[in-house]
């Protein structure tokens, strides 16, 4: 028996969302097993790739997740291809958490841009840090619980399952760096009919050769490119996840990219969850009664699980890459916004947030900084 998808997660399709349904159910029929007529909703998260809710006649469910529509911005982003082609690979040959992948349509003729169908899971989005709802005392379980199943991620041989073209063997952040900057500057000139401009990140040529001054141990495993609280699914009752989502930026790289992202709430301040209308969630200073997770006990378990060494080498770098590219990514959604292509309904909110994101990245350089002063004092 289904239970049903909470109002709060989907609505109807929104004005220049639509499929072509007739197209649509014509492919779906000829790709997998499935019961027409279908169903569409649309989801109200997620801030890249429009994502629809698939009803069929048996009322079985399914996600479809497409490129946008118009001119994109970025010819990297936004490859649901590549996310099919992650998530049949882990699904098929590890025991990594992800849904099950049933088809890929790259003609572009059936609903305007390449899809893919994904199996819809019956769980748990846990989408604020602070996990209001889960009891006090079993927090740090759930924090120890996405620790352990990335490095079950970063632990997977990617040779072995068909992912050695995924990326480049070497030279992640440097790379990173080089299309974040690029891009960025793009998207800073985005405008709309007004000739309103998106606007450049602050102090980013300062950044730049603080990067170039660190430098960051390379190391390559099969990242997921936006781990985090919200981007898994959990078991209805237990701290357990049943599936990763949202793998739009998976690629090769340096793992220590994934575990900056998932720990980024610890950066930035308890109290803008407080603010009106923010979309930023924070967990540094947090009263003890929140029982909120402890950087370092986290830090040393993904040590363990990997085999390595603790402290982790190279982490304040990652810390502030992963910072720097959240921001890029909310002007990109800013951008988005702009030139009418945003595909949630909160895009407008995340698109004005980056400049603060931006002046936290350069306050966390900030600290680095100072510390490394005294400790030479």
Not at 61 to 90: I, W
Not at 133 to 138: A, D, L, R, T
Not at 150 to 157: C, T
């Amino acid at each position: 028996m289904h239970t049903s998808v909470p109002n709060t997660l989907v609505g109807a399709v929104r004005k220049g969302h639509e499929l072509n349904k007739q197209r649509l159910s014509e492919f779906l029929a000829s790709a997998m097993t499935i019961d027409l007529p279908i169903q569409l909703k649309q989801f109200n998260v997620g801030q890249s790739n429009p994502t629809y809710l698939v009803t069929d006649a048996k009322e079985r469910r399914f996600v479809l997740r497409k490129k946008p529509a118009g001119q994109l911005l970025s010819k990297t982003a936004h490859a649901v291809e590549r996310e099919y082609r992650v998530l049949h690979a882990l699904g098929e040959h590890t025991n990594v958490p992800v849904p099950k992948v049933f088809a890929l349509c790259e003609d572009t003729s059936v609903v305007g841009t390449p899809f893919y169908l994904m199996e819809y899971l019956e769980g748990r989005v846990l989408s604020d840090v602070r996990l209001p709802q889960i009891p006090n005392s079993e927090r740090p379980v759930y924090w120890r619980a996405l620790v352990d199943v990335l490095s079950e991620l970063h632990k997977v041989d990617f040779t072995r399952i068909g992912l050695e073209s995924f990326g480049k063997p070497s030279g992640y952040y440097q790379r990173q760096l080089r299309s974040l900057t690029r891009v960025s500057e793009a998207q800073a000139e985005a405008s709309n009919e007004r000739g309103e401009q998106v606007g450049a990140l602050s102090r980013l040529n300062e950044l730049s050769r603080w990067f170039g001054r660190q430098g960051c141990a390379d190391e390559t495993t099969i990242v997921h490119g936006d781990f985090k609280m919200d981007n898994v699914v959990w078991h209805a009752s237990e701290p357990k996840i049943i599936g990763i989502l949202d793998w739009e930026l998976s690629t090769l790289g340096n793992p220590r990219s994934d575990l900056a992202n998932l720990l980024q709430p610890l950066l930035i301040p308890f109290s803008v969850n407080f603010e009106k209308d923010s979309v930023l969630q924070g967990l540094r200073d947090a009263p003890q009664a929140e029982n909120a997770p402890n950087e370092e006990e986290l830090l040393q378990r993904y040590c363990r699980n990997m085999g390595r060494s603790y402290p982790l080498d190279g982490w304040e770098y990652a810390k502030v890459f992963g910072l720097f590219r959240n921001a890029v990514i909310q002007q990109g959604v800013a951008a988005r916004v702009m030139k009418g292509q945003a595909s949630s309904s909160f895009a407008h909110l995340v698109g004005r947030v980056f400049p603060r994101t931006m002046d936290m990245t350069m306050a966390e350089v900030d600290r680095i900084e100072a510390r490394s002063r005294r400790s030479k004092l």
